[in-house]
Every structure is written in C-alpha cells, then in structure tokens.
C-alpha cells in the first residue's frame, strides 16, 4: 500500500474541510500516479470531492463506520468498508494492495501509514495560517522513513512547491 499526499511546511494538509490551495500541476501528477489504481479515503474525503462522485479511472473504496453514508455510497460506485478488516479482506480478495493509494483525510492516513511502504508527497514552501489537518511528519522519522526521490521546484498560483517519494526503511 502506498499514500499520497500534498502538505505545508508544518505538514499540515488541510483547513475547513478542503485543501490549503488549488495547485493544478499537483492534481495532475495526482491523477498519473493513481490511474488505474485503487484509492483510499474517508467519508470527508470522499464529500470533499467534486459532487460527490467517484474518481474516474480508479477503484474508489471509502472507509467509514457511518451505517447511513455505507448504505448511500454503494449506490455510487464507491466500494465501501466498515471497518480495517474489511478493509484489508477487500485488497487482498482483488490483489489490489501493491497498487491502492490512500488519499486522505487525516484520520485515515493515521490509520493506514503504518501499512504503506511508499509515500508520494507534493511539499509546499509555505505554511498556511489556519490549517486544522496534519500529515504525520515523516522528515522526523528517519529511523522508519527515506527519502528516495526529490523533483525541482515548480511555482505555480505565488507557491513554490516539488515532489518527493519517501520509502519505508
């Protein structure tokens, strides 16, 4: 399993329930790494997105205990899992653990991190006023987590922002 995920220098990653900013070049290599893959998200994640729906050209699995939000979302093409062991059950059953993603939110990257092998961050050089989620800092465990890979800055909307991929040590 894998995560991906875009934070601020505080690695924080959002503020009232949306991302901290709008950064097209980020969304599009979300969208390359993940086609066709399996991604992961909690219900906010999953209501954060644009109508509500699914991620095209993805298998989208939402986790969330929500009875009500379990019985909705199967209607929309969303797989969902009430709880980690159904969770794991699902990835196993269809061999797709290599290849899922978890997307967020806070909660679920806590609940999964320690089961990803790789993560994929886009690190903005800026710290947002006002963030209320946070990724946990892997920069400040060095014991678990390397840093593999690190692109060249790209500035777009007045940030500067580039991409890494840490590996489980």
């Keep these: 399993m894998k995560a991906i995920v875009v934070v601020d220098q505080n690695w924080a990653i959002g503020k009232d329930g949306g991302l901290l900013v709008h950064l097209s070049g980020d969304l599009k290599h979300f969208k390359e790494i993940t086609l066709g893959k399996t991604v992961i998200m909690g219900r906010a994640t999953l209501q954060s997105l644009p109508k509500q729906q699914p991620l095209p050209g993805?298998?989208?699995i939402v986790l969330t205990?929500?009875?009500r939000l379990t019985e909705d979302f199967m209607k929309c093409d969303f797989t969902v899992c009430s709880s980690m062991g159904t969770l794991f059950t699902e990835l196993i059953a269809n061999?797709?653990?290599?290849?899922?993603f978890v997307i967020g939110g806070e909660k679920i990257y806590k609940q999964l991190l320690e089961y990803c092998t790789e993560v994929y961050i886009t690190k903005i050089d800026f710290a947002f006023p006002g963030a209320d989620k946070h990724?946990?800092?892997?920069?400040?465990?060095?014991?678990?987590?390397?840093?593999?890979?690190?692109e060249a800055p790209i500035t777009e909307n007045g940030h500067s922002y580039h991409f890494m991929e840490y590996r489980r040590k």
């Design 58 to 60: 993805r298998k989208n």
């Design 65 to 67: 205990e929500n009875a």
């Design 135 to 150: 990724f946990p800092n892997l920069d400040m465990q060095p014991d678990i987590w390397e840093v593999i890979s690190e």
């Design 95 to 100: 061999g797709d653990m290599e290849d899922s």
